[in-house]
Nanobody, 124 residues
Framework: VQLQASGGGLVQAGGSLRLSCAAS????????MGWFRQAPGKEREFVSA????????NYVASVKGRFTISRDNAKNTVYLQMNSLKPEDTAVYYC??????????????????WGQGTLVTVSS
């Protein structure tokens, strides 16, 4: 599976962005999908994940109520809608694909395939 993340950019605090991750290769609907982020000088952090069917989701506490993960299996794409952005959301965001069941775990090592990352910068 090849993953291509896009949609990052510079936004003011309180603003919104929508990240997209387009998949190619093996059947997209076979995989749970996750979003992770890494801020400068910090370790990679789990953000959100969604099951292969889209029926189950998982979020880190700091983004609950602000971010929404979704997927369109017909378009082989997973999205992360980010609202009410804060400066502490500034990071490179990565999408990842893992086996069914991966969405329930926050450990990035569960995921098998990774995209190249897209930079999100939130100014105060």
């Amino acid at each position: 599976v090849q993953l291509q993340a896009s949609g990052g950019g510079l936004v003011q605090a309180g603003g919104s962005l929508r990240l997209s991750c387009a998949a190619s290769g093996r059947s997209f609907s076979s995989y749970d999908m996750g979003w992770f982020r890494q801020a400068p000088g910090k370790e990679r952090e789990f953000v959100s994940a969604i099951s292969w069917s889209g029926s189950s989701t998982n979020y880190v506490a700091s983004v609950k109520g602000r971010f929404t993960i979704s997927r369109d299996n017909a378009k082989n794409t997973v999205y992360l809608q980010m609202n009410s952005l804060k400066p502490e959301d500034t990071a490179v965001y990565y999408c990842a694909a893992g086996r069914r069941g991966s969405y329930a775990y926050t450990n990035g090592f569960i995921y098998e395939y990774w995209g190249q990352g897209t930079l999100v910068t939130v100014s105060s």
